[in-house]
């Protein structure tokens, strides 16, 4: 198992009561593929530099992933699907 780092940008149409099951969701979708989270750190409501699907701002999340190097297409491809999440970005991490 490899060590990630996923950072997301939400759309703000998400509130922040939201956020929670929205961080659960996350979750859920990284254990179905097979990998787990460590750690979540919300950043919380940033204005973007340019305009995302006509938001200006968004909920930026990061995430600590662990899971087999194979898997991470899967996950992307279910990261683009849904309509909640205006961009991501999975790293591996260093560790």
């Known amino acids: 198992m490899s060590s ?3 950072v997301l940008i939400i759309s703000p149409e998400v509130i922040d009561e939201e956020m929670s099951d929205f961080i659960t969701k996350l979750s859920e979708l990284v ?3 097979g990998g787990s989270v460590d750690e979540v750190n919300q950043w919380g409501r940033r204005k973007l ?3 995302i699907k006509r938001s ?3 909920n930026y999340v990061l995430a600590k992933v662990k899971m087999k190097p194979a898997l ?3 996950l992307e491809a279910s ?3 849904s309509g909640k999440i205006l961009r991501h970005l999975l790293i591996r ?3």
């Open 79 to 81: 990261l683009r699907l």
């Open 31 to 33: 254990n179905k593929v």
């Open 49 to 51: 530099a340019y305009p």
């Open 4 to 6: 990630y780092e996923l």
């Open 93 to 95: 991490s260093a560790d």
């Open 56 to 58: 200006m701002e968004g």
């Open 72 to 74: 991470t297409k899967e």
